[in-house]
């Protein structure tokens, strides 16, 4: 914008005003006339207001732009048919910002109205709120979800549940929740999950809902069916023989009870070694499946943690020399690593034990033909503080295939194994609001790792 006219006239206004101050003092400083004082005086005064009118000018024109955009109001124009340039120019380009802050809000109104679409149409439940609970977005599929029609505030969703309303208010960013309850005479299980922004200095909540009941049930009944056809195998590889054995038992007897002839009832001892072998398999099988109820027995009753502060290193080493005979005839190296030295836990030794010697025990068993066999026990803090007791071996390793199907209740890779051993430790961990996590890569080994 060319304003050297503007400076011109200034610069011509600026170079009177101190042309008249100059005579003005000459004139106080003689003795002259009184009268040619007061009209330089006069003069003076003149030409500063002519000046200050001058600048001024531009001045309001500039600050009712800035108020124009400050009030949002971009629907005026600067008339641009003045007898003065300048202003003309200036005029012309204020109308020109003016124009580039509508196409820009029109921009942003276009963005804005094709995202709150997107919010509309997505299917998980979204709403957004301030501190003071106004809603300012809530889409089709929270309202759906909901059973609501049009909410101002998150209070208002207290006629749905009063604990829905208490965990918005509550979870704070990457806060997550479940709540089951029942709406409209049906059975949902929200899983809540939200986020805090910042918008203008003010802080607003988003907030996700999702009914996760349907896919709940579709995975207990899929875990049903795993139960059940693991159920029936097992039973059926124990019952079939028992009951094949036994019917065997039973019509070599009744041959025996039908003869007539008591003295010639005499049972050989190669038939009686028969039944015997039978006896025995129909005791060997029902102790295995007395074995299986049992260890399913443990997996559904795992008894309340009873936390006690333990000391890591005293922990590891008392499981260490507790398996001292298996580890000497496995061949096996055991090192035991504590940092800090005086590292402790709040857990209930028992169950804690319980899962180490589980870890121990598969771990000595991952070996084949390795020649350097090595087991570290290993108790650090990670990064979060967290206190982290690692079972680690050099052995076979474990497959991607089974390395997801380990935590499965009697899923086993072992011959002997019954498959509940990490399942069980899994929910011993998750009891003490813990982790019990793998690393595996195949022939290089395997880390169970139990975060605290």
């Known amino acids: 914008m060319d304003f050297s006219n503007s400076k011109r006239i200034i610069l011509y206004r600026v170079g009177l005003i101190i042309l008249t101050t100059f005579f003005l003092s000459s004139q106080l400083f003689d003795d002259g006339f009184i009268v040619t004082e007061l009209v330089l005086t006069a003069l003076l005064i003149f030409q500063v207001v002519i000046l200050l009118k001058y600048t001024q000018k531009s001045n ?10 400050k009030h949002d109001d971009l629907a005026r124009s600067y008339k641009t048919n003045s007898k003065n340039e300048d202003v ?13 802050l509508k196409r820009v809000r029109k921009e942003k109104e276009a963005d804005f109205q094709y995202l709150k679409n997107i919010v509309q149409h997505i299917g998980i439940g979204l709403l957004t709120f301030n501190q003071a609970g106004d809603i300012q977005i809530m889409n089709t599929a929270a309202k759906k979800l909901l059973r609501v029609g049009n909410v101002k505030n998150v209070t208002d969703l207290r006629s749905v549940n009063d604990h829905l309303v208490d965990t918005f208010f509550r979870l704070r960013t990457g806060g997550r ?10 059975i949902v299980q929200l899983a809540i999950y939200a986020i805090e922004l910042t918008l203008r200095g003010e802080l607003y909540k988003l907030v996700s809902v999702q009914n996760i009941q349907n896919e709940l049930e579709e995975k207990e009944m899929e875990a049903w069916q795993n139960l059940v056809r693991v159920l029936t195998h097992e039973i059926m590889n124990s019952v079939t023989p028992i009951s094949s054995l036994a019917n065997t038992v039973e019509e070599e007897l009744k041959v025996q009870l039908t003869n007539d002839d008591s003295s010639s009832n005499a049972i ?3 038939e009686i070694e028969d039944i015997h072998l039978a006896i025995q398999t129909i005791k060997k099988r029902s102790e295995g499946l007395i074995r299986f109820v049992q260890d399913f027995r443990n997996l559904t009753h795992i008894p309340k943690p009873k936390i006690t502060e333990i000391e890591v290193r005293h922990l590891l080493e008392e499981l260490v020399i507790l398996h001292k005979n298996e580890i000497e005839k ?3 190296s055991v090192n035991v690593k504590v940092d800090p030295e005086n590292l402790t836990i709040n857990a209930d030794k028992d169950l804690i034990e319980q899962v180490l010697i589980n870890l121990l025990k598969n771990a000595l068993q991952a070996f084949d033909e390795q020649t350097t066999k090595l087991v570290e026990l290993n108790a650090y803090v990670d990064e979060k503080s967290r206190p982290i007791i690692a079972v680690k071996d050099n052995g076979s390793g474990i497959d991607d295939e089974a390395l997801e199907k380990i935590f499965i209740p009697f899923f086993t890779t072992k011959k002997s194994g019954s498959g509940i051993g990490l399942s069980l430790s899994r929910q011993i961990m998750r009891q003490h609001q813990g982790v019990l996590g793998v690393k595996s890569r195949v022939d290089e080994g395997t880390e169970f790792f139990l975060r605290f």
């Open 60 to 69: 309001r024109e500039v600050m009712d732009f800035l108020n124009s955009i």
């Open 88 to 100: 003309n120019r200036l005029n012309t380009e204020l109308n020109r910002v003016l124009k580039d």
């Open 177 to 186: 929740d479940l709540l089951r309850f029942e709406i409209g005479g049906e």
């Open 268 to 270: 050989s001892n190669d």
């Open 330 to 332: 496995s061949g096996v």
